[in-house]
Every structure is written in C-alpha cells, then in structure tokens.
C-alpha cells in the first residue's frame, strides 16, 4: 500500500483493480472501508431533508442512491454500506474536503469560489432566490424591503445576492441569520422577519412542510439564478467519472426528470403536499446540455 494525499488527507490506498487500472482517491477510500459516507440536508425539501430517525429523502439523495449503485457496480462491492451524516451550508465543504463524507448530496449552488474547493456533478437543478413572506403579507418586490426584517441562513449566498442587487443598493434592512433552513424558518414563522430570503426549492420545500402551507407565499423577482448539483472532492478522476457518468445516464434514460417529477410535482412526506415547482426551461437546457459550469459562467451562457 501506498499513501496518497488528496483534499489535505492522506488515504491508505489499495492496490486493487477496477477495470484495469489501480484505484486511488475517494474509490480506494470506500474499498478500503466497506462504505460510502453521504453528506445530506435535514431542511432542504424537496432535495435533501429528514423525516426523522435518520431517516434522509429527497430528489438529491435519490440521485445519489443511484450513484451509491454505480460505486457498488465499479468496485464489485454489492454488499457497500451507506452511512449519512447530516452536514450544514457552513461545514458541508470542509467535511468534504477533510474526508469526512465521500459525496454532499444536499442543495449547494455551484460558483467559480466554491470551485476552487470542490467538484460539482454536471447540474441536476436550477436555483432563482426569491422571498418567502406570510400571506398577508403586502410585500411583492425587493424594492420594497427598506426598513424591513430579512432572515436567511449561515453559509448561504442570498443575501450576498441581494446586496448586489441594484434594486435594494440603497435599502437598509435587518439581516437575522438562522443556523439552519428550519431555524430561518422559525424566524419568519415567529413574526421576527418579514421575509425570508432564500432559495426557492428551500422555500417552496419549507412552505409545503409548514403546519399551514396556505399561510405563506413565495413572492419577488428572482435576485439569482444559479446551477445546483452534487458535489464531490476535486482533482479526483476516476471518482468523476463514476459520479458524473451516472448524473449524465439519468438524464439520458429520463429517470432523471422522473425522479424531479416525483419531488418537485407530486405529493411528498411529511405532509404529502406538492411544492408545485414543475421543471423550468433553464433545467430542461442542462439536462439537455449536461454540464458543470459555475453560476458566473451559467449566466453568461444564458
């Protein structure tokens, strides 16, 4: 055996195998352990959330479960363990990088910083940040935040987004910061903000789970449209080739828009209500283009 650093760690690589050639990396991690650790969201419906008991579900870990087979397939392990652990938006990159979990199967945006960290699988959804507010409430735009409440979640871009907005570029707002998505929630929930800025798979996912889904709108124009996928450690070959030629089968066979079907149209657990989010144009174009561009490159694209 051999020791070979990746990300920072340094991995008991095996010499074994798998279509003639040695395993190295994140593949010689799993063989050498006899399981593959995913990374996954507890409130990131309909991409990653929990249900309880450890029990996680959702559109991207459904992607990755098919991912999981693929791995079982490459190094003839059909007896593979999956593990997960739940990761946040502050430590889901350093845990990938560190070696703590093998995929991130929750709801990070792709971006040229985030690149220089991490690989991203080719996109699987497209993210517009928008606004989640009460019923009630008279808010319809971002220019109309000035003096308001905002709450969004650590580690996140929204407001990053917002703040670059021309349109809120002399607005002053409160910004409250949620540890987590459901955290943020309560905030909003609560009365404590007027509006939660978010992503609007989160937002449509938290609203459909709330105890009155009817009690809340999605509501703005979008600040960002921005490629979201599975992310992975880089610089990691015979990983990405697994990983990304499973995405790319998915797509190819339709099981991809399936499964978006599924989460995205259709009634989900806990409360078998839909977030009513049929595929858009902008997600029909990369599963028609596959491709793993970041968000700067994507809007310049578009």
């Given at each position: 055996?051999?020791?070979h ?7 008991l690589?095996?010499a074994?195998?798998a279509?003639a050639?040695n395993?190295?990396g ?9 399981k593959i ?20 579900i ?7 479960k ?8 490459e ?11 739940l ?23 792709n ?29 319809t ?5 000035g ?13 990053q ?20 998505h ?10 404590r903000a ?14 459909a789970?709330?105890?009155?889904p009817a009690?809340f ?41 399936k ?9 989900i657990?806990?409360r ?5 989010m ?25």
């Amino acid at each position: 055996m051999k020791l070979h650093w990746l990300g920072g760690v340094a991995w008991l690589c095996v010499a074994m195998g798998a279509h003639a050639q040695n395993l190295d990396g994140t593949l010689a991690k799993i063989k050498a352990s006899g399981k593959i650790v995913i990374g996954t969201r507890d409130a990131s419906a309909p991409l990653a959330y929990s249900i309880g008991a450890g029990h996680y579900i959702g559109y991207h870990v459904d992607v990755c479960k098919r991912v999981v087979e693929a791995i079982k397939t490459e190094l003839k392990m059909p007896g593979l363990v999956t593990e997960y652990t739940l990761v946040t938006s502050q430590n889901r990159l350093p845990l990938l990088m560190n070696g703590t979990i093998d995929l991130e199967c929750g709801s990070t945006n792709n971006n040229a910083t985030r690149q220089q960290q991490v690989a991203f699988a080719p996109t699987t959804y497209v993210v517009n940040v928008r606004m989640l507010v009460p019923a009630s409430s008279t808010l319809t735009s971002i220019s109309q935040l000035g003096g308001k409440n905002l709450v969004t979640t650590l580690g996140t871009t929204s407001v990053q987004h917002l703040r670059k907005n021309e349109r809120s570029a002399n607005l002053k707002y409160n910004v409250v910061y949620g540890k987590d998505h459901s955290d943020s929630f309560l905030v909003l929930e609560s009365g404590r903000a007027d509006a939660m800025v978010m992503d609007d798979n989160v937002l449509a996912g938290l609203k459909a789970s709330a105890k009155d889904p009817a009690a809340f709108k999605i509501v703005g124009e979008s600040l960002s449209e921005e490629p979201c996928a599975i992310v992975y450690r880089k610089d990691d070959a015979g990983f990405k080739k697994v990983v990304d030629g499973t995405v790319k089968s998915l797509m190819r066979s339709g099981e991809l828009a399936k499964l978006y079907a599924q989460w995205f149209v259709a009634p989900i657990p806990p409360r078998n209500v839909s977030v009513g989010m049929p595929m858009s144009a902008a997600l029909k174009n990369a599963i028609a283009n596959p491709n793993d561009r970041p968000a700067e490159a994507y809007a310049l694209a578009k």
